[in-house]
């Protein structure tokens, strides 16, 4: 029969294996944001392009490197996302070029800016509203304009424009510009934020106007991506009072879309620095308006959707970038031990005082049958069952335990001295040896 009482070793080996389980979790969750994003940004010099830039600077002030990488434009630089071996991270894209379908892996960080259609023409050229197209009108879309999903050819198309046959040149912003400042074409659709220095060149130009949509809300019920603008009268110079008046005009909107495994600390960082290029009014846009939580095409990522709610998580707020990521990833570490660790600790003390007293009560177990056989005078070896009671008394004289058990320990010794001074009685009048020797 066992009955001895051990310091309770189990505990700490429970413990350590539940902070080693708790520090092998927390090195698998350990995921520390990259030091570089590669964004597809549009054509060299574009407004998208610059925007790209303006977040850059606003990165590197953080440590954070944004390589942009240079695109024909918005379906390249979505094309150049969508492929993982294309090793872009984000890209600038617009309204109405994916679908949630088409691009599982991708999500938005919201949309940016308007980027409306811009019809520019010569003199009198442009027909009107229900009027056919005469095939002689050269037209001019971007390097883009071949592709059926191109939103200007669209719409031309929609108008009445027969692409197909008429004279259409593809050239891209600048040659478009060119051309039809020189009066080599007659029209260009140009899809471009107001910050274009294209648009702004050519809406200054004298002899060039810019066509309305007439019937914009048809073209944005057709097209839900798109947006009803109004350019008000004056706009672009008020001395000169160009334009004439007002133009209405339809817009999609450019977003910022990226990998979803994307690190969120480093999508926070990019939506302060969308904030502080985008959140300013505009010809367009009311103050605050831009970067909006807008799902479009593809669903908001989870870190864009909280910053909306409650801004940039608190330590990213107050600390330095990589300081904030270094203290967020130690939270991270310590959650999985504390997840373990506290229920154990919290544990030990009860499953220590189980241990105890389960021990106790073994010896006490072992104590009533050695009083019981001494009422019945059946006690067959005094001399072993004191040297029993005389190892129990050792083992509990040397136990290790905390200040809460040790009346537990004196309470166990003084009853296992009270049976062996009684056992001793017994052998002394004759009664326990007698009986337990008697034939």
Do not use: C
Request: aromatic residues 6%; proline residues 6%.
């Amino acid at each position: 029969m066992t009955t001895g009482i051990k310091r309770p070793t189990v505990l700490w080996v429970l413990a350590g294996i539940a902070l080693l389980a708790a520090v092998m979790l927390a090195i698998w969750l350990f995921d520390p944001p990259q030091r570089r994003i590669r964004l597809a940004a549009g054509p060299v010099g574009s407004a998208e392009y610059r925007f790209a830039e303006r977040y850059s600077a606003i990165l590197e002030r953080e440590g954070v490197r944004l390589e942009l990488v240079s695109t024909r434009g918005t379906l390249e630089s979505l094309a150049r996302l969508q492929d993982r071996e294309g090793h872009v991270d984000a890209a600038l894209i617009e309204g109405g070029s994916t679908t949630t379908a088409k691009s599982p892996g991708l999500v938005s960080l919201g949309t940016l800016y308007y980027r409306p259609v811009w019809v520019f023409y010569r003199g009198d050229r442009m027909p009107r509203p229900g009027q056919s197209w005469p095939r002689t009108l050269r037209i001019a879309l971007g390097a883009e304009g071949g592709d059926s999903a191109n939103l200007s050819r669209r719409l031309l198309i929609e108008s009445g424009a027969d692409l197909a046959t008429g004279d259409l040149h593809l050239l891209d912003r600048q040659a478009a510009v060119d051309s039809i400042l020189a009066g080599t074409i007659d029209i260009a659709a140009i899809v471009a934020p107001w910050e274009s220095s294209s648009i702004q060149q050519l809406l200054r130009a004298d002899s060039i106007h810019v066509a309305g949509f007439e019937r914009a809300e048809a073209r944005v019920a057709l097209h839900p991506e798109l947006t009803k603008l109004m350019l008000p009268e004056g706009v672009v110079d008020l001395a000169r009072n160009v334009p004439e008046h007002d133009v209405v005009l339809v817009a999609s909107k450019m977003s910022l879309a990226a990998h979803r495994s994307l690190h969120p600390a480093l999508q926070y960082l990019l939506l302060d620095a969308l904030s502080e290029v985008h959140g300013r009014a505009g010809v367009f846009e009311r103050a605050g308006q831009f970067p909006a939580p807008e799902p479009g095409d593809l669903p908001l990522s989870k870190a864009t959707v909280s910053y909306h709610k409650s801004g940039t998580p608190f330590l990213q707020r107050h600390l330095p970038f990589w300081v904030a990521a270094v203290l967020t990833q130690v939270g991270l570490l310590l959650i999985p031990i504390l997840g373990i660790a506290y229920p154990v600790l919290q544990g030990a003390p009860a499953l220590y005082a189980t241990l105890m007293q389960h021990r106790v009560s073994r010896v006490y177990s072992y104590l009533k049958s050695v009083e019981g056989e001494l009422a019945e005078g059946t006690v067959k070896d005094p001399v072993a069952v004191i040297a029993k009671l005389d190892e129990l008394d050792s083992r509990a004289r040397k136990l290790h335990t905390t200040a809460a058990y040790m009346s537990m320990v004196y309470t166990l010794r003084a009853h296992i001295q009270l049976i062996r001074d009684r056992l001793l009685r017994s052998m002394a009048a004759g009664d326990g040896s007698g009986d337990s020797h008697a034939p």
